[in-house]
């Protein structure tokens, strides 16, 4: 079974950096794309940044400018470079591997998500 190990986070003040990385237990194969998640207490969790294995990455607006997806697929690891903190950005953050494939006119698809690791950001 593959694992996603999240590592990167803590307690940082608001304006500071954060990087948070990826990586999987073992190879994962036909990766679509690979994110980052959060989820603020009491709310649902929102995608916060997505890579494609094409390159293309596309943000939420909260953090656009801010934070920054990199990684690379066949290695399957995946970096949120997070900049400019805000209190509001303190949340758990979810690494997630999203796979998709076919056998003839049959899709297949699969999630992978991580434990988590927590963000705070305070003074």
């Known amino acids: 079974q593959v694992q996603l190990m999240e590592s990167g986070g803590g307690l940082v003040q608001p304006g500071g950096s954060l990087r948070l990385s990826c990586t999987a237990s073992?190879?994962?194969?036909?990766?679509?794309?690979m994110n980052w998640y959060r989820q603020i207490q009491g709310e649902e969790r929102e995608l916060v940044a997505s890579l494609t294995t094409g390159g293309d990455t596309t943000y939420a607006n909260s953090v656009k400018g801010r934070f920054t997806i990199s990684g690379d697929s066949a290695k399957n690891t995946v970096f949120l470079q997070m900049d400019s903190l805000k209190p509001e950005d303190t949340a758990v953050y979810y690494c997630?591997?999203?796979?998709?494939?076919?056998?003839?006119?049959?899709?297949?698809?699969?999630?992978?998500w991580g434990r988590g690791t927590q963000v705070t950001v305070s003074s």
């Open positions: 073992e190879k994962v194969y036909y990766v679509n794309k």
């Open positions: 997630n591997i999203y796979t998709w494939t076919h056998k003839g006119w049959t899709p297949y698809s699969k999630d992978y």
